[in-house]
Nanobody, 121 residues
């Protein structure tokens, strides 16, 4: 299984960006998936997660209402649409495969290489 993120870049505050995560492997639609981010000097944090079928998603409070996670299982790709970006969103964004248990997302140890998102003020 491999995960490859793309679509990061430099954007001005208030702008939008969509990042993607392309996966390989035959079990893509079975697993829940998540987007994490890690800013310099900070711990990696879960930003959003989505069920295998894509019917349910959860978001960190800091991005709720601004970010939308989605997936296209036919294309084996997951997306994160980010709107109203602010400098605090600057980080390396990683995608991950995982599972839900009792409503909580737990990551497997399968990560992409990350994509840099930089928001200028």
């Amino acid at each position: 299984v491999q995960l490859v993120e793309s679509g990061g870049g430099l954007v001005q505050a208030g702008g939008s960006l969509r990042i993607s995560c392309a996966a390989s492997g035959s079990t893509f639609s079975i697993n829940a998936m998540g987007w994490y981010r890690q800013a310099p000097g900070k711990q990696r944090e879960l930003v959003a997660s989505i069920t295998g079928g894509g019917g349910s998603a959860n978001y960190a409070d800091s991005v709720k209402g601004r970010f939308t996670i989605s997936r296209d299982n036919a294309k084996m790709t997951m997306y994160l649409q980010m709107n109203s970006l602010n400098p605090e969103d600057t980080a390396v964004y990683y995608c991950n495969r995982g599972r839900y248990q009792s409503g909580t997302y737990y990551p497997y140890d399968i990560w992409g290489q990350g994509t840099q998102v930089t928001v200028s003020s």
